[in-house]
């Protein structure tokens, strides 16, 4: 069994581009400046948003952070928005999700500019993604890829179940592990909610992929020996015994699938830190075409 540490290799992404970003301010190029948009106040996208900003800080980004109320109509947000489009400073920016229910999380992604989409959510970005075309790849799945590649785990031929649809997650993923690259050549299937005798399938799987949102739902006795598991889910269970009052879980039950698995990624520290350490990457792949 090895961990996949998530951590570790997003300090080691991390460092590479403060490296690059040091190397384009000797040449006089522009910092790179990710903008975040928070509407509301939710616990959780607070806590993802405010690391994200300051993992800017630490790469050598220049970061502003636009906190919206949640009562904000869908027409001045839009408005915010095309501030950002405009705004030659602004390389790229994010819009948290979820948003609240008066507002049209399509219209909002609609409404950013491919170029600045650093999320890759935009219908122009996703669809350049599933044709293999240059474009910005959703930061979670990007980060599964770029653990694949670096801990050079074999996809080639091998059974890939992705268990979740989402836009953000399990959909792409699914494109991705079966395009003809490095990193995939996959035979994969897409469970969801639907699917029946999932087991079958875990059984099946040489890699399993899930987002899912249930904690600690694949057992031991649901994987094969050797299995590589991209755990992506992360729920927030209450624990009284933590100062914070919960704990996060993962999809998987690390402990004991741990000791059957080839590869497996821990949460917190697999997946999570990837994701951040990929919309930094992107924010200064956005930067680098403008120069
Ligand atoms: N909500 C959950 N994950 C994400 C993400 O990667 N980007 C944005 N914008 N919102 C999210």
Redesign the pocket.
């Known amino acids: 069994m090895k961990i996949l540490d998530g951590k570790k290799l997003s300090n080691t992404l991390k460092e590479e581009i403060k490296k690059e970003v040091s190397e384009r301010l000797i040449q006089k190029k522009k910092q790179p400046h990710l903008a975040a948009v928070i509407v509301g106040d939710d616990g959780a996208s607070l806590t993802?948003v405010g690391s994200k900003v300051r993992s800017c800080k630490q790469v050598g980004f220049l970061s502003t952070l636009i906190q919206l109320k949640s009562t904000i109509s869908e027409k001045k947000l839009l408005n915010q928005i095309n501030k950002l489009n405009k705004n030659p400073d602004i390389d790229g920016f994010?819009?948290?999700?979820p948003l609240p229910k008066h507002i049209s999380e399509e219209r909002v992604l609609l409404s950013i500019d491919p170029k600045k989409d650093v999320?890759g959510f935009h219908p122009t970005n996703f669809g350049r993604m599933a044709l293999e075309l240059p474009s910005f790849i959703?930061?979670?799945p990007f980060g599964i890829i770029e653990m694949i590649k670096r801990y050079n785990i074999k996809t080639s031929g091998k059974n890939c179940l992705v268990i979740g649809r989402s836009n953000?997650v399990g959909r792409p993923i699914s494109i991705l592990m079966s395009q003809k690259k490095s990193y995939g050549n996959a035979t994969v299937t897409t469970a969801h909610s639907k699917t029946k005798n999932l087991i079958k399938l875990t059984l099946n799987a040489d890699i399993i992929i899930s987002a899912l949102g249930i904690p600690e739902f694949l057992k031991a006795n649901m994987v094969k020996k050797n299995v590589v598991i991209i755990d992506v889910g992360i729920t927030r269970v209450i624990d009284n015994t933590n100062p914070r009052g919960y704990t996060i879980k993962g999809d998987v039950d690390f402990t004991n699938v741990l000791k059957k698995a080839g590869f497996i990624t821990p949460v917190p520290g697999g997946v999570g830190p990837m994701?951040i350490a990929m919309l930094l990457k992107n924010t200064l792949i956005a930067c680098q075409r403008k120069d």
Request: aromatic letters at 10%.
């Open positions: 993802y994010i819009v948290q999700l999320d959703p930061a979670t953000i994701t």
